[in-house]
Each structure stands twice: as structure tokens, then as C-alpha cells.
């Protein structure tokens, strides 16, 4: 049982804290926003792969620097306190993890080995309207013809597919296994629709049809596995870019408790908002019990894996939701102006829900499994 | 970051657990299961045992006689008891009086009492609240009046926990009226069997005695019964609440409640089908189990810094408020699950020794324990005072 951080992980926090003070201020991601350099080749993301952060959380096998759940969890934490805009977790760990764990030689070195060098970003589409969050009961299909495949279906919710130079997608199989294919940006028959999202992320949705593959862009024929594998990191480092950001949402909250006065005298000295204040911060430690749970399960058994993912993943899903409503109720109607830097991160807070399944999606996998826990 | 024991610590999990099926008295494992009260004998027996095995005193340092026992072990130890329905040590001499005598108290005080302690000779109770102060404790008006050797004592003290069974008190008294309110207080031992002491019973809400009102009438005390100097009263009973509090939140006790619940809700069918996989019933156990998991994080981190040095401050109001919290919700859905089965009470078969047929001693306690729980987020400082404390200490509000 140990909670301390390894040397280099202090100094991997200390790099990407610093890091992230200087170049993500409020007004500078204000102005990301609008940048037209997005994707790989943004400055940002440049210095990540200088930095070593785009190798970071894969393995040695795939030329990674093998970092464990709490690296990851380090950099995404890191990245969520000061609402880092770029697609860490969509753009590079799940679409890579899943080629890591996939990927023959010759795709590895097509797909995954400029990823890494942050030549390019990818995205995941796993995603479909009707099937909500599951990942199995999807309507894509792909079909084998000679020496090719083709693909139809509709995916939604693609974070990162503006700037992907390509999509993984899954797709169900005649043998009714579930494949993943790489599809390329611009494949003939492929068509994005790009959006923001309330959370100003970028997405997109994507339709395939008849989109023609040759074999080599065929990842796997059974890829349920890998996909929970993938989802369950990701999943954890959702939680952990949430926590960054609630701690943040609590820091400016307290701040302005200490500042701003009325009736003669600083909200911080009327209990009823002290106390208030107090429950962000209990919902904050549980939630950071909770992202540790998750960031120290990845080496586990699926079964218990998943569970205990599941579990964190609903807990930090309600504690950001509280988080939010109160920065916003403390704030008062500064609260509700876009100006107001509480704005940005109370918006992620009640998104992040929605991302990779929510707390009823994953309060049904704990309450399943709930007898034998 | 790792979540998992070491070979050593699942070594010692299983010395324990071996202990508990060795040495504990069926008869109290029984009503200790069964939620009933144990008598004063029940609990001598019971620590009895453990002195003899050396782990009575489980926070004591190895040259007063304890076992050496680091934060992890004691956590261990506390999870092994709750799960086997053991009996939870009485805390008022080991773990509150004791440590206060070790770091405060003379030599004399030491070799008199310590040993006392730890052979279950002496029975502590704490003589702490009063009507007149609750939260604010450093408001208390129970006065001591120096006569030559002695202290002459005069008041009211309230909510002393099994004092029926006690045989030695230590008090908060006011010394100095005139001194600025903490610093007017001094700590003083009292033996019960001083003339113009009375112990009166309070029936709480769930028809149990488990505490008393004592009342103080020119009872003469040793000026050597003080501990530290006049006045410090303060600067010890602040030290005894921040004192090795890992085991605020309660985790093992609420880890066997939770067990209980979802056997219960396996058990108990409602329209043909096991309780627990009634959806909106299901849906609030699975809200407490996730509680219990972060729960259980929290409370290891704490547990972890308090080995690695750092002394558990305001962490432990977090724990304190999340525990009592998640304990009294489990004994709400306890409660709910028995449905109709909850509602009969038998107060002569949970605090006597009247005999209750098994169809109903199964369900006796659940109510009764519901209620009781309530105290959990009022006693050791109010769950509102300690996120007043959280709010000073740890926001700086």
C-alpha cells in the first residue's frame, strides 16, 4: 500500500504543472480556441512529443516509455486542471493503446509509430446513436469481399475527428465477432460531420458507406477484448483529467469565498457557504480516492478491472456534477457568465459524464456484478 | 501507487483471524452478532483475552506494554474484529486516557495507572460534555477548588459512556473562572468510589443505557490525581482528539454492515424474488457500496501518511463525517430490508438477558441499531464541527 510518487513522477508533475501554467492560462485558451493550427501540428502538442509525453503511457514493445496507470493519471490530471485542449486521451491514448495492443508490425509503423512522434493524431469512433454506450450492440458492419473490405454505418460522438489523419472503427462481422479497421481521413465514402461540443471539445460524426478497404487496414476480426482493455484506461484517465479539474473548479470557488465581500464581510465567514464549500472539498477527496482505485486497477483482471472502473467512473461522475452546480450557485451570477473563468470548467465537469459512459451506464455494470463483489 | 498489502501485513491479517476463531467466546461473538448489549462481565472476558495475548492495548508503544502495532496493522486488527462480530475494546482507558498519561503525566502517574489499564483493572469513563457545554466543551462549569492538597469538586458531567461499569473518571474541570475559557480548565482522574459522586442512567432514543449523567457534590480529589499543570486541562483533552484517529470512519464496522445488508437482501424475497434485485432497493446498495470503496481509499491514504509520519489532523473530520454518514445510511437500508420485521422491539432481549425466540433475534437489533446510529454524527464533535474544521484548518475559511 503506497501512495507516494515516485521521483520521476513528482518531476513528471512538476514538469507538465509548470508547463501547463505557462501556456494554458484562461486567456490563452481562449484564444486556442480559435486557432486554425490544430492536431499534431499545434505548438503545444509539439512540446508534448518533446517532452516525452506522447510516449509516455505505451509500452516498451511498441517503442513507449511503459508508464503505469499513475503516470497516466499524473498527465491527465495535470492536463484537466487547466482544461488542456489538446486530445490527449482521444487523440493519442485510446486510439494508440488500441493499436498497441492490435496492430501487426507493418500497421504499428504506418499508424502508431507517428503517432507517438506526433507526426499525427487519430481518433476512435466506437460509438453509435441507437446503441448509446455500448460497444457491442453496434450496427456498422463490414463485410469481406476478396480481397478487400467494406464498411457501412453511422458512428457519433468522434472526439478528435477533424484533425485525425485517421479513424479506428469498429464494425460488426459476418461472424458476428466485432473487427476494427483503420480508415484513413477522406476514404472515399466516408464523411464527417465536424461539431464543438458543450464542453468545447472537437467531434464529429462520421458516415461510412460502402467505404472500400484494403486488407491491411483490417486491425482485428475480434476485438471485444482490446476494446474493454482500451475503454477501461480510458476511462481512468477520464477520471483523472476530471479530478484536475475539480480541483480546480474548488480552488477558484475558495478563492473567490476569501475575496468577495458583501454585507460587510467576506463570503468565506458565513457558515452556511463555508460548509458548502467543505462538501466540494469531501466530494474532491473521494473523488481522488476513487480515480486512484481506477489508475491501480488497470493491471487487474478484467472482471475486477471493470468493476472497480465502473464504480469510479460513477462516483467521479456525480462528484463532478456536485462540483459544478455549487462553483456555479457559489459564484453567484458571475457563475453564469462565459467570462467567468468557472464557466469552462464547470461545463467539462458536467460533461465528462457523457464521455466513454455515464454513471447509469456504469452504475449497471457495478449493480451486475454487485453479488459477487 | 499501489492499493495492495504486503506478504507481512496478509501474514499478520491471518494471525489475527486465526486468534479470533481461536479465543473469541461464542457466547459474545453471539451477541455481538445479534446486536445485543454486553454486559460488563462480557467485555472484561473479552479484553481479558486480548491482554493476555498482548493486543489490548493496540496503539501503546512496546515500553508501556503494547504490541508495537504500526497504523496498517491496527487497521488490520479493527477490519478482522468488526468481521468477526468481536467486541470493539472499551476506548475511555486504552486508547484515551492512556495516551494523554503517557505524553502528560508524571512518572507516578504512569506506574500507577498504565498497568491498570492494560490488565482491565481499572474501568475508565470520560467526564467531558455537560448540559451546558456540548460543542463548545471549553464552556464547561464544572469547578475545582484548590483546599490545601486537594480539589474540591462541584458540577455536572453527561453522556459518559458505560459509566455504570466504571471505577475511575477523568474529568474536565474549571480551575481558574477567571482565565480565558480554555485556559481556566485542568484534567483531572477521579476514583467513582469518592463520596458525592452519583451516576444517574439516560434511556436514549432506542431504549438502550449505554450512558449516564454523573454528578459531582464536594467531591475531594488529590492535587496528585492532576495531570500536567493547572490549567492545561485544555492542551490534553485537544491532544486526545487528534490523536491517532485512522480508525475514525469506522470502515471495518461499516464494511460488516454492508455485508450483512446484501445477505439479508439475498435472503428476504419480495414478490418472489430476492430483495436485492428489487431495482430502486438494489440501486441504493450499490450507491453505499461505491461509498464504501472510496471510503475505504480515503481511509488508506490517511492510514499510509500517518505510517509514513505525518500525524492524521483535519484529514480525520473527512473521515469522521463520510463514515458516520455511510454507517447510518447502511442502517437505514438494514432497517428497510427487514420491512415488516423491523417494526416488533425487544428491549429485554437486546439489553437483558431474556431469551428471544431465532425467528425474531435475527431481526431484533435492526431498528434499535438505526436509531443508536444516529449518535455517530453527533458524538467526538458533531459532523457540522468538523467540517468547521475542515473549513479552518484545512481552507484556511
Redesign the interface.
Known sequence: ?????TDEQRMLDETLTRLVADKVSFEQRRHMRNDSKAGADNALWQTFAELGLLHMPFSESVGGLNGDG?DLMIILQALGRGLVPQPYLFGLVLPGQLLALTASAEQQTRWLDPLLGGEHQLALAWQEVAARNDAKGITTTARRENDHWRLTGQKTLVMNLESAAATLITAKLDSGKLGLFVVPAASAGASGFDYRTMDEQSAGDLTLQDVELSNDHCLSENVEGALDEVLAIGRAGLCAQALGAMESACDQT?SY??ERKQFGQTL??F?TL??R???M??HL??????T??A??SLSLSCEERDY?IA?AK??CGESARFIAEQAIQLHGAMGMTDECPIASVARHLVMFDHYLGDTDFH?ET??DR??A? | ??????AE?QRFRTEVRQFLVDALPGDIQERVRLGRHLRADDHLRWQNLLSRQGWLAAHWPVEHGGPGWGP?QRHIFDEECAAAHAPTVVPFGVTMVAPVLMKFGTAEQQARYLPRILDNRDWWCQGYSEPGAGSDLASLTTRAVRENDHYIVNGQKTWTTLGQHANMLFCLVRTDPAAKKQAGISFLLIDMQTPGITVRPIITLDGAHEVNEVFLDNVRVPVENRVSDEGQGWTCAKFLLTHERTGIAGLGHAKQALRHL?SLA?RIEHRGKPL?EQPSF??R???A???L??????N??V???AR?GGAPGAESS?LK??GSELRQELSELTRRALGPAAVAFFPEFLYGDEPLDESYATSAAASAQYFNRRKLSIYGGAN?IQ??I??KT????
Not at chain 1, 500500500?1 to 510518487?5: P, Q, V, W
Not at chain 2, 470503496?293 to 480515503?298: D, G, I, N, P, S
Open positions: 500500500m503506497d501512495f507516494a510518487l499513475t475558495l469565498l476569501k468565506a465567514s457558515q463555508s460548509h464549500m467543505v462538501d472539498h469531501l477527496e473521494q473523488s481522488r480516492s476513487m486512484i482505485l489508475a491501480t472497480r464504480a460513477a462516483y452504475l457495478v449493480s454487485l453479488d463483489a | 501507487m499501489n492499493l495492495t498489502f504486503t501485513e496498517v446484501k439475498k436485492l438494489r440501486q446498495v450499490v450507491k457500496e461505491l461509498e470503496m472510496a471510503l475505504e481509499v480515503t488508506l491514504r492510514i499510509a501518511a509514513d473527512l463525517v463520510r457540522e467540517k468547521s475542515v473549513a484545512i481552507l484556511g475559511m
